[in-house]
């Protein structure tokens, strides 16, 4: 979902002509000092090429070294950290430049999926050098059906090398049966979560009992299937919170709260705080029309994968 409201424009490594773009992570503000979380309407993968740091996808924090590759997804919350000499390719693409035939069993699609990998051996040598090839001819080719054509191929070969290093391991113990109607649920929230929190809502979307689809969700993430509600709404609290000046109540009233006291109990009883504390700990001052501008501190939980 992309929210309403002003939010804080930087200058990012946006999609080129052809919808794919590549550029080095110095190139961008994206690691500026002091940079804050902001979310792009597109895809980004970053290969560290250079030095140590942290990146943060969806407050989770990323340990990042040369081989280390992420994937942030359309609409997540992101924050390059700014520690000296860190430094990576990065790759940006509309999220309809390519079609599913191209890229089959690659999770392309805005919701969550994994986000780090620590290349090695070959993958890391043929990720490297089919990411050092995009580069080139992104730069070399700037027009033409046929150019435009090879670079959606090149980042094709690419995701499809990725999905090669990711096992199915959220799907390990579960049924067939469940882990389709686990993904069904997950398409039906991202587009619902704003309008309904109520488990029967989805499960009679996807022609299932609350209790078939509260097993599927256990099978798939240990989370009953009202957890996993909950933890979609309130993510995109916090990352309405922390990358627009929306208010607190406007934030409420988007993901289907009518009063704001409602909005706030949610909040806290997800998050251990109340949404303007969750603010002042990601250093957000807001001002007297409800704005707010970000400052240094960004509170993370560590990412699984670290």
């Not at 090429?49 to 969806?58: F, L, N, P, Q, R």
């Not at 579960?174 to 109607?181: F, G, N, P, V």
């Not at 499960?203 to 979609?232: E, F, H, P, Y």
């Not at 240094?296 to 670290?306: K, M």
Request: hydrophobic share 40%.
């Amino acid at each position: 979902m992309v929210a309403s409201g002003r939010t804080r424009a930087r200058s990012a490594p946006a999609p080129l002509w052809a919808g794919v773009g590549t550029s080095t992570l110095s190139e961008t503000d994206l690691a500026a000092g002091d940079p804050a979380p902001r979310r792009l309407p597109y895809h980004l993968l970053a290969l560290t090429t250079a030095g140590h740091g942290t990146v943060e996808i969806d407050f989770a924090a990323h340990a990042c070294r040369p081989g280390t590759l992420l994937w942030v997804r359309p609409g997540q919350a992101v924050r390059f950290g700014a520690e000296p000499g860190l430094d990576a390719t990065l790759i940006t693409w509309n999220r309809d430049v390519l079609s599913a035939a191209e890229i089959t069993g690659v999770p392309v699609d805005d919701l969550p999926g994994p986000a780090r990998w620590q290349l090695a051996g070959e993958d890391e040598d043929a990720v490297i050098t089919e990411v050092a090839q995009l580069g080139v001819d992104c730069a070399r080719h700037t027009s033409g059906p046929v150019a435009a054509g090879l670079l959606r191929h090149q980042l094709a070969v690419v995701l499809l090398r990725i999905a090669l290093l990711t096992g199915d391991g959220d799907a390990a113990g579960a049924s067939t049966s469940e882990a389709r109607t686990f993904a069904r649920f997950r398409r039906d929230l991202e587009a619902g979560h704003p309008r309904s929190r109520r488990v029967e809502d989805y499960a009679a979307r996807i022609g299932c009992s609350v209790r078939t689809l509260t097993r599927a969700s256990l099978a798939i993430t240990g989370r009953t299937a009202k957890q996993v509600v909950d933890d979609r709404v309130a993510l995109e609290a916090r990352r309405l919170l922390a990358c627009t000046d929306l208010s607190v109540a406007e934030i409420g009233r988007q993901l289907g709260f009518g009063e704001p006291t409602n909005f706030g109990r949610f909040f806290h009883r997800e998050v251990g705080l109340s949404p303007g504390a969750f603010r002042a700990e990601l250093g957000v001052r807001t001002g007297a029309e409800g704005g707010a501008e970000l400052g240094r501190r960004v509170p993370v939980q560590r990412g699984a994968a670290d």
